[in-house]
């Protein structure tokens, strides 16, 4: 069987390869890597998708939220293993026609997920779901003691991000010495001009890219494919 395994666990993806390999498959690990890795994995789907929820469920969750939205990907089969059950319980509501399992258990799983392929699979609204109703602190990911970089906010940016935790301090400057950056984009030109210095710069802080939505009167050529391509392409996961 072909299995893509997608893990975040840089110290033991190879352990993670070794055992599914040992299951009897053939396994591709390679990560996202560029704007082209999602079109030719829709081009080419393998039988099965494993995403390793041990160390980062948030990322995993969001890769099996895009490979369901997504046709080409829709029914194949998605296996689940491992991470904290109190964070993956949220995964299990957004993606329920999943596998979920055990590392002790994924010889049965895989079997079980590559037997019952979904005929008629949830498709989500959207392959931001994860985060939909979560407080807007919450979805930025922006706690207490943070130093939090704003680079080219509007003016009301503060207001808008209104009462923050406890000790988060807004910079707006590029330093890595920054906890977290709300990038705000006000065209591809932008992302293109800055995308080297920002990518350089924010040593390892987590950058959120921000721009209008479709509808907004400030909206530009900006979408989330553009940046997913430009971001992907510079090495940002």
């Not at 964070?87 to 329920?96: A, D, G, I, T, Y």
């Not at 080219?152 to 009462?163: E, F, Y």
């Amino acid at each position: 069987m072909k299995i893509h395994l997608f893990s975040f666990d840089k110290i033991n993806v190879f352990k993670r390869i070794a055992g599914l390999e040992a299951a009897g498959c053939e396994v591709d690990a390679r990560a996202p890597d560029g704007p082209d890795f999602f079109k030719k994995l829709k081009l080419h789907p393998p039988q099965l998708f494993v995403i390793d929820l041990t160390r980062s469920p948030s990322q995993g969750r969001d890769i099996g939220l895009y490979l369901r939205k997504a046709g080409p990907t829709r029914h194949v089969p998605l296996l689940l293993v491992g991470g904290d059950e109190d964070k993956v319980s949220r995964v299990r509501e957004l993606l329920p026609g999943a596998v979920y399992t055990s590392r002790q258990s994924i010889k049965t799983a895989i079997v079980n997920a590559a037997a019952n392929p979904l005929i008629d699979p949830i498709v989500p609204a959207s392959a931001m779901a994860g985060y939909s109703g979560a407080p807007l602190m919450q979805k930025l990911g922006i706690k207490e003691g943070m130093v939090v970089g704003l680079v080219h906010a509007p003016k009301d940016a503060r207001d808008i991000l209104g009462a923050l935790p406890k000790d988060v301090h807004l910079i707006e400057s590029l330093s890595n010495e920054r906890s977290l950056y709300l990038w705000f984009l006000h065209s591809a030109h932008d992302l293109d001009r800055d995308l080297p210095a920002m990518v350089g710069g924010a040593g390892h802080g987590r950058i959120w890219m921000i721009w209008a939505k479709k509808s907004s009167p400030l909206a530009a050529e900006v979408t989330q494919q553009i940046v997913r391509d430009r971001g992907l392409s510079a090495g940002v996961d």
